[in-house]
């Protein structure tokens, strides 16, 4: 299923975060549920992340992890335990990712993961995962593609 939206600002990217986030903490499953994000430099993926986590009650404020390339936060839910942020960006090999013990992240149903530039860890993504495209067409307006 593909769905596109238009977003004309900051706030209707917002609103799509939050609606997903909403949608996946109130559905258990049976493994991690995967968001691959993709997009160029500033298209939306941390901004995208940032309410999602904050719909999610989290009172950190998420910054990109480009230089430690993970980073967990808890989750006060029932059926998720992390939230978990990892940006790809100055990865040369998907192996990078796996030595995190991606393996494991992807098959606990406690995690929820989110991946900026999850193009370039295409051939380790699970099956089952929602990808997310931005692009850019204007200041504040941005096409977001969600295929799952
Ligand atoms: N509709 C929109 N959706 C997302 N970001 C927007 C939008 N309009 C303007 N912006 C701005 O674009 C920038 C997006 O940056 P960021 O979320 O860090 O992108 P990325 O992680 O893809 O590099 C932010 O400064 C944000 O305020
Ligand atoms: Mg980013």
């Given at each position: 299923?593909?769905k596109?939206?238009?977003?004309?600002?900051?706030?209707?990217?917002w609103?799509?975060a939050?609606?997903?986030?909403k949608?996946i903490i109130?559905?258990?499953?049976?493994?991690a549920?995967?968001?691959?994000?993709?997009?160029?430099?500033?298209?939306g993926?941390?901004s995208f992340?940032?309410e999602f986590?904050?719909v999610?009650?989290i009172?950190?404020?998420?910054?990109s992890?480009t230089?430690v390339?993970?980073?967990?936060?808890?989750?006060?839910?029932?059926?998720?335990?992390?939230?978990?942020h990892?940006d790809?960006?100055?990865?040369?090999d998907?192996?990078?990712?796996?030595?995190?013990?991606?393996k494991e992240?992807?098959?606990?149903?406690?995690n929820i993961?989110l991946?900026?530039?999850a193009?370039?860890i295409?051939?380790?993504?699970?099956?089952?995962?929602?990808?997310?495209?931005?692009?850019?067409?204007g200041?504040?307006?941005?096409?977001?593609t969600v295929?799952?």
């Amino acid at each position: 299923m593909t769905k596109t939206f238009i977003a004309k600002n900051l706030d209707q990217t917002w609103k799509l975060a939050e609606n997903l986030a909403k949608q996946i903490i109130s559905a258990p499953d049976a493994a991690a549920a995967v968001i691959g994000l993709n997009g160029g430099l500033g298209s939306g993926k941390t901004s995208f992340v940032q309410e999602f986590a904050k719909v999610l009650g989290i009172k950190e404020k998420i910054t990109s992890p480009t230089f430690v390339i993970q980073k967990n936060y808890k989750l006060r839910s029932k059926n998720r335990k992390f939230l978990i942020h990892i940006d790809t960006y100055r990865i040369k090999d998907p192996k990078e990712i796996l030595d995190l013990g991606w393996k494991e992240l992807i098959k606990d149903p406690k995690n929820i993961i989110l991946v900026e530039w999850a193009e370039k860890i295409k051939k380790i993504l699970p099956k089952k995962y929602i990808q997310i495209n931005f692009e850019h067409l204007g200041e504040n307006k941005r096409k977001i593609t969600v295929l799952r």
